[in-house]
């Protein structure tokens, strides 16, 4: 195989994506720096005015899907032509309550969404993603996960915390049965990054400060740290990674 260059290593221009959770948050950085990288986007969400914001703001496609419901994977999934070089599995739920209150919908409606849709959505993309896919250049799913799927987190979020432990060994058991097809499953478990789901702990800056003060590298997370990660992982350059958890937390699970 002849030399990349630099640039080479971590192009993804002429890549066609699709991320989901892609109106706000972490999905929404994403796909920017995947739009900004010469990729072809699709985000979706559950809002319909929440998707067409994102995507008339990116300029790429949006798709409104519900993943935390069968038919709402089947039907995204059904909306994506050709092949499909990266999948980004960001959609997310999460609930917060008391141990003896935590009612049965916040295990359901986390579960649902956060580990049987990354399940389903991935299940019916294959012919997309084996389209795409070829031995110098594999097929990308990239999952969403959280370092609360590896250490036990400070808030009482019971389902979310399950949820996320059970997308990091789907996406090692993903990885293990799709190597052949020539496909790669990774997951970027993030730590504190300013999101809608987080506002209620770095919602100001005297809560950032505190919530950074317990990072080793002394910051929250930056959207810059995202697209980085995300932008390896799909690239030449991580085209031998597969199986991966990669904690993206200022050291909080490696250096704890």
Request: proline share 7%; aromatic share 4%; with cysteine.
């Amino acid at each position: 195989m002849p030399r990349l260059s630099m640039p080479g290593l971590f192009a993804l221009e002429g890549k066609s994506a699709l991320v989901t959770g892609g109106s706000r948050g972490i999905g929404l950085e994403i796909a920017r720096g995947l739009v900004a990288a010469g990729v072809e986007v699709t985000i979706s969400s559950r809002k319909a005015d929440a998707v067409e914001a994102a995507a008339g703001e990116l300029g790429c496609r949006g798709i409104p899907a519900d993943l935390s419901d069968p038919g709402g994977c089947r039907a995204l999934a059904a909306e994506i032509d050709g092949p499909l070089h990266i999948l980004v599995n960001n959609a997310g739920a999460s609930w917060g309550a008391p141990l003896e209150d935590f009612p049965d919908l916040g295990v359901d409606k986390v579960l649902d969404t956060n580990v049987q849709g990354v399940f389903r959505l991935t299940t019916e993309l294959l012919p997309r993603l084996r389209e795409a896919a070829s031995e110098e250049d594999p097929a990308r799913v990239v999952n969403i996960g959280s370092i609360d799927g590896i250490r036990v987190p400070p808030m009482e979020n019971y389902s979310y915390s399950a949820s996320k432990a059970a997308v990091h060994m789907l996406t090692r058991h993903l990885a293990k049965r799709l190597a052949s097809d020539r496909i790669t499953v990774n997951a970027i478990a993030p730590g504190p990054f300013q999101t809608k789901m987080t506002a209620s702990f770095l919602g100001d800056p005297e809560s950032r400060e505190l919530v950074a003060s317990t990072v080793p590298l002394g910051r929250i997370g930056t959207p810059e740290d995202l697209v980085g990660l995300t932008t390896f992982l799909c690239s030449r350059a991580g085209s031998y990674l597969t199986g991966a958890i990669v904690p993206l937390d200022g050291g909080i699970t490696g250096c704890g």
